[in-house]
C-alpha cells in the first residue's frame, strides 16, 4: 500500500504539532496531498478508470474545501501549508 501508518506518521509529524494529532487541518491537506499525487501517476497509465478518475475529483474537493476553511480561520497557516505542498494560489 502506498500510503501506510507509518508514512502517516511521517506526514502528520511534519504539519500538525505531533504525529497523534491527526485531526487538524493541516494534517488532513498533507493527506489530501499525498493521496492526490498517487492517483494522478496512476491515472497517467490507466486513462480509462473512470471509478479512480471520480475519486481523484472528489479528493481535490475535500481539498479544497479545507483549504477555504483554513483561509477563513487562520491565514498565515494557510499560506505556511500552501508553501509547505508547493500547491499553487
Known amino acids: 500500500m502506498y500510503l501506510d ?3 502517516k506518521k511521517e506526514i502528520f509529524k511534519k504539519h500538525n504539532s505531533s504525529e497523534k494529532d491527526t485531526g487538524k487541518s493541516e494534517g488532513q491537506i498533507a493527506i489530501f496531498t499525498e493521496r492526490i499525487n498517487h492517483l494522478t501517476k496512476y ?18 474537493g475535500k481539498r479544497r474545501r479545507l483549504l477555504e476553511y483554513l483561509k477563513k480561520k487562520d491565514i498565515q497557516r494557510y499560506r505556511s501549508i500552501l508553501k509547505s505542498l508547493n500547491l499553487r494560489k
Do not use: C, G
Not at 43 to 60: A, M
Open 5 to 7: 501508518a507509518i508514512k
Open 43 to 60: 491515472l497517467k497509465e490507466n486513462k480509462k478508470d473512470n471509478n479512480t478518475k471520480r475519486s481523484l475529483v472528489l479528493l481535490v
